[in-house]
């Protein structure tokens, strides 16, 4: 039951490149945060599906965000997207929001430590949004940032960044409280890393 709510409610969102490493669906998740080797120049036709109209969400688990800065830079740079989701920032207050910046975008941070954790979402600084601290938790099960991105003539369209580190056993029942405080009328997007296969019949089994 609460499996098939989440599968409803979650827009799991995920950039599709060809890869060698392409499974016989021709799709897969490529971690973008992963150490680029030699020149950060990319394929410019790594960008292609960011020039269609409308939002674009990009999600990245950067396994410490301050040692991935200079590839996530040139991914906002080349895509423009309207935001970028990062689980496992690995941040804490000794590390400002100077040091992580990234040109023309707007952060929110949830850190946990250096060592590992946490999640934060860049948005456009073109455009205005509200964080929404009423959908909050302090329950350790759940690392996440939300906020609604305000657009002209249209309702707040809700994002939200989520990570789930594996050892913890009760996500799935502590998000769908989370979830049910949500505006189900409300197009909402939910990114991040869940360390959960929807697949199993185990709905707090890791991948």
Not at 41 to 64: T, V
Request: charged share 25%; proline share 3%; hydrophobic share 35%.
């Amino acid at each position: 039951m609460i499996v098939n709510k989440l599968k409803q409610l979650i827009a799991l969102c995920l950039l599709v490149l060809p890869s060698a490493r392409a499974t016989d669906t021709d799709t897969y998740h490529d971690d973008l945060a992963s150490e680029t080797q030699g020149s950060l120049s990319l394929d410019p036709q790594l960008y292609e599906c960011f020039k269609r109209k409308g939002l674009h969400f990009l999600h990245i688990n950067a396994r410490s965000l301050p040692s991935k800065l200079s590839e996530i830079r040139l991914i906002a740079q080349q895509t423009r997207v309207t935001a970028i989701c990062i689980s496992e920032s690995w941040l804490d207050s000794t590390v400002t929001d100077a040091e992580i910046m990234v040109d023309g975008y707007s952060i929110i941070r949830n850190d946990r430590n250096r060592h590992g954790g946490g999640v934060c979402m860049y948005i456009r600084s073109d455009l205005d949004f509200n964080i929404r601290t009423d959908l909050q938790t302090d329950i350790q099960d759940i690392e996440a940032v939300r906020c609604d991105i305000l657009l002209p003539r249209t309702k707040p369209i809700l994002l939200g960044t989520t990570y789930r580190p594996q050892t913890h056993t009760r996500f799935v029942e502590n998000f769908d409280d989370v979830l049910s405080k949500c505006d189900l009328s409300q197009e909402t997007y939910i990114l991040g890393d869940f360390n959960i296969c929807l697949l199993n019949s185990s709905p707090n089994c890791a991948l």
